[in-house]
């Protein structure tokens, strides 16, 4: 059923007056790099759009191919919409943004302001819903692709300008909290970063003056240079059973996916239930303080380390995941610390091997070759410590932008499908 005062319709329903509603970029060969010049008209493309920033890109055209592209071209209001790849990104050009025109990768949406608000329009594009249709419609086997006739299909229910406003502004709201947060985390991580460094190379503030040159670089002169393999007491693999596609819900018996570890936290939720009659395995079996890693992911991603927290699923690794249990000489701390220091993801890098850049593995023997700095115990306690406000700030606005995610997903999903109505100044809606 159509909520009171809204309607059915598609984007050429709201066509700006003197431009197409929908619009692809040039072809190929209208926009060829030779047409490439140091400054003039911007060429925008999947680079701004992905990061949501039109001031991104050096690509620019002269007055003369602009003026032959002028179809193509973007004005504030309008809406970019990437449409190779990662597909159903949008991005709604400011004010005052640069002259350009859209580069074959994009889409571009000029609508009638009086009927559509952009950033409404954003939010509608970039709903669940919408992507689901868009992803289901796109073509192009195992990368989408999205076109112009696609776009134009996409059934739309819009409400009135003052209801699309409202929610715009209440999305955006959202929005903003969500980037404040990830600026937090951005710039807790520059923090964190910074300290390990400090830590791995001087150790504890004050505790050395005396140092010397390793194969590693350089170290307090009281430490050790080891392998993992060396104080590394045990390392578990995990298996890969056949499992069902939903999450294991209470006591019940799940496989751990890879990206249970690859969120910088322990992600319970990312595992998939084991089918009923199928025996666990529990040397896979994971439990509270227990750090896994990834073995096979994305070449920065391999071997990320995390602590596994408590849950209420029993759960186990799959064959992507490595248990590490430290030895009497390594307190688990500060083996999580040395996993994420510099010295050893440039190691990791060189040892990981894979077919392409972008997917990388890493075996247990290779694992156990790597070289690391190894202080007195009693040191290494102390710098689990120093760490451990800077984690738990970490986490907890790590839990407050998952939280955020959430509630954008929930509010988009009742408000722009108008099974929550908003109030507006002009009453044109019932709270």
Not at 268 to 279: H, Q, T
Not at 307 to 329: E, H
Not at 416 to 430: M, P
Request: charged share 25%; with cysteine; proline share 6%.
């Amino acid at each position: 059923m159509v909520p009171e005062g809204w309607r059915d319709c598609r984007f050429e329903d709201l066509a700006c007056p003197g431009r197409p509603a929908v619009k692809a970029g040039p072809f190929g060969s209208s926009l060829k790099k030779a047409f490439y010049v140091a400054d003039g008209y911007k060429i925008y493309g999947q680079e701004q759009v992905i990061a949501g920033d039109p001031e991104l890109g050096d690509y620019f055209i002269d007055g003369d191919r602009f003026a032959a592209l002028r179809a193509c071209e973007v004005l504030p209001g309008d809406i970019l919409i990437s449409l190779v790849g990662t597909i159903g990104k949008v991005l709604v050009i400011p004010e005052g943004a640069q002259a350009g025109i859209i580069n074959p990768r994009l889409l571009r949406l000029s609508l009638d302001e009086s009927q559509a608000d952009p950033r409404f329009t954003a939010f509608l594009v970039e709903s669940d819903a919408a992507q689901r249709w868009m992803a289901g419609a796109s073509q192009g086997g195992t990368m989408g692709v999205l076109n112009a006739s696609i776009l134009k299909s996409l059934p739309l229910r819009l409400p009135p300008l003052s209801e699309q406003r409202k929610i715009a502004a209440i999305l955006g709201s959202v929005d903003a909290l969500i980037e404040r947060t990830q600026a937090v985390i951005d710039q807790v991580e520059v923090v964190k970063k910074g300290l390990m460094q400090e830590l791995l190379t001087r150790g504890l503030p004050g505790r050395h003056t005396r140092f010397k040159q390793t194969e590693i670089g350089e170290i307090p002169e009281s430490w050790e240079v080891v392998t993992l393999g060396d104080v590394v007491a045990r390392i578990d693999s995990g298996w890969s059973p056949r499992c069902e596609s939903v999450p294991a819900g209470p006591e019940e018996w799940g496989v751990l996916k890879v990206s249970a570890a690859t969120w910088g936290r322990f992600r319970a939720d990312e595992n998939k239930r084991l089918p009923d009659g199928v025996e666990p395995r529990p040397a896979a079996e994971v439990h509270p303080g227990d750090l896994i890693l990834s073995r096979a992911n994305t070449a920065d991603l391999v071997a990320r380390p995390v602590f596994v927290t408590p849950t209420d699923a029993r759960l186990m690794m799959s064959d992507k995941l490595l248990r590490l249990v430290p030895g009497d000489l390594l307190e688990a701390r500060f083996l999580k610390l040395l996993l994420e220091g510099s010295r050893t993801r440039s190691q990791l890098e060189d040892r990981a091997t894979g077919s392409s850049k972008s997917m990388k593995n890493i075996s247990q023997a290779k694992l156990r070759t790597i070289a690391v700095p190894l202080p007195a115990l009693e040191e290494q306690l102390a710098m689990g410590r120093a760490l451990d406000s800077v984690e738990e700030r970490l986490d907890t606005e790590s839990r407050v932008l998952s939280a955020l995610g959430d509630l954008k997903v929930s509010l988009s999903s009742v408000l722009l499908s108008g099974e929550l109505r908003v109030q507006t100044n002009d009453s044109e809606v019932a709270a």
